[in-house]
């Protein structure tokens, strides 16, 4: 999981003790450092903007990013006692690969999608594979519906997947011309290679950081003094995990190689970013501001499906997240949020283009018309659904 700015290559094979000091301080890591730094300075601001900044880390943290950690640890911790490699699945399902590629879309986050478009890069599933699982995906935003709106994630996920899988089958038909990439096959991470201590690290602090966000779910008040260890899990965590991603060497994302607590230290690490990022947008222009964006978007409602879709166009998990906050906070209607998910590729868009950038093009286009035969028609039949 990555940010949009991190992103350059993900052909080069790059291993362990190719990572040289000059490496740690490229000019990639140096923007990350600048933006950890800041939201850093942020968070120990004296006065309001410090304590709403420090709030919104906390949520984040427990709202969103524990329940990720959760997810990834148990998804790769699963992957690696049965030694289950996707991609050999995928390469051999003939019929399924469809289907498949749209569940491996549909799963939270961006890994299944980039499994996909590597296999189709190599020759090993047809381009309705690779329309399935970019349609079906909605990335890392996924993570985060789930975790606040769970009702609305039950909705958008399944529908996601139904629309994958009929748009891979309509292309598969439809489309006569071969867009591979003559079977090139490429790296998609570097190779972390050991469990460092900080994955440890985070690994700890997300337990209770987990505990403290399921206590939220059950609505149970977490009360002296227990909300100022919550307040101290929660920053510390975040300040880790700002921590990993800011020296990360990743650029796409983690080596199925690396171990389960690694994997699920660097990929959250990755997420969390983007959700910190969206919460304080959101609320430093209500708060210091006084815009009211509810009136804001109300004015332009027929065009914010529309509006929607095309930032879903746009690589990266960033804006899409930004998008499924605006959803929670109730700000747009569902039919843009299902408009979004259906348009938008995540990171899974980065590694597309880098591998083959027509069948990225083509691929984002075609995943556009079913986006807005869907979010039309639930603006038009259902304008209150899941609001």
């Not at 000059?22 to 140096?30: A, E, I, K, Q, Y």
């Not at 499906?305 to 998008?323: D, K, S, T, Y």
Request: glycine share 8%; charged share 10%; with cysteine.
């Amino acid at each position: 999981m990555t940010s949009t700015a991190d992103v350059s290559t993900v052909s080069t094979v790059v291993t362990p003790t190719e990572f040289t000091a000059t490496d740690r301080l490229g000019p990639f890591r140096l923007r990350r450092l600048i933006v950890a730094m800041t939201l850093l300075t942020l968070a120990v601001w004296p006065g309001e903007l410090g304590s709403l900044t420090r709030g919104l880390m906390v949520d984040a943290y427990v709202q969103v990013s524990a329940f990720v950690a959760a997810t990834l640890l148990l998804f790769y911790g699963t992957e690696r006692l049965f030694r289950f490699d996707i991609g050999t699945v995928l390469s051999q399902a003939r019929g399924w690969q469809v289907p498949i590629a749209a569940l491996m879309g549909a799963t939270p986050g961006c890994g299944g999608a980039v499994v996909v478009v590597a296999a189709y890069s190599s020759g090993h599933v047809g381009f309705g594979a690779v329309v399935a699982t970019l349609t079906a995906t909605m990335g890392d935003a996924a993570f985060l519906l789930i975790a606040t709106r769970p009702d609305a994630a039950l909705v958008v996920l399944p529908l996601s997947f139904t629309v994958g899988i009929l748009s891979g089958w309509i292309v598969d038909r439809i489309s006569t011309v071969d867009l591979r990439a003559n079977g090139s096959a490429c790296e998609l991470a570097p190779l972390i290679g050991r469990t460092r201590p900080k994955d440890l690290a985070y690994l700890a602090f997300a337990a209770p950081g987990l505990a403290f966000g399921i206590a939220q779910i059950l609505m149970i008040e977490v009360t002296a003094p227990y909300d100022t260890i919550a307040l101290a899990v929660g920053l510390t965590g975040t300040a880790l995990g700002l921590f990993i991603w800011a020296t990360s060497p990743l650029q796409a994302m983690t080596n199925q190689k690396d171990s389960p607590v690694t994997r699920m230290a660097e990929e959250t690490s990755f997420i969390s970013v983007w959700v910190i990022a969206a919460y304080l947008a959101y609320d430093y222009v209500v708060t210091f501001t006084g815009v009211d964006l509810e009136a804001l978007f109300s004015s332009v409602a027929p065009v914010l499906p529309l509006i929607a879709i095309l930032i879903g166009f746009i690589p990266g998990c960033g804006p899409q997240v930004l998008v499924t906050t605006l959803y929670i906070n109730g700000v747009i209607p569902f039919a843009a949020l299902i408009g979004n998910a259906i348009s938008n590729d995540g990171d899974a868009l980065f590694p597309a283009i880098a591998l083959n950038p027509r069948a990225a093009v083509i691929a984002t286009i075609y995943s556009a018309v079913p986006a807005l035969i869907v979010a039309y028609g639930f603006y038009l039949l259902a304008p209150g659904f899941m609001n």
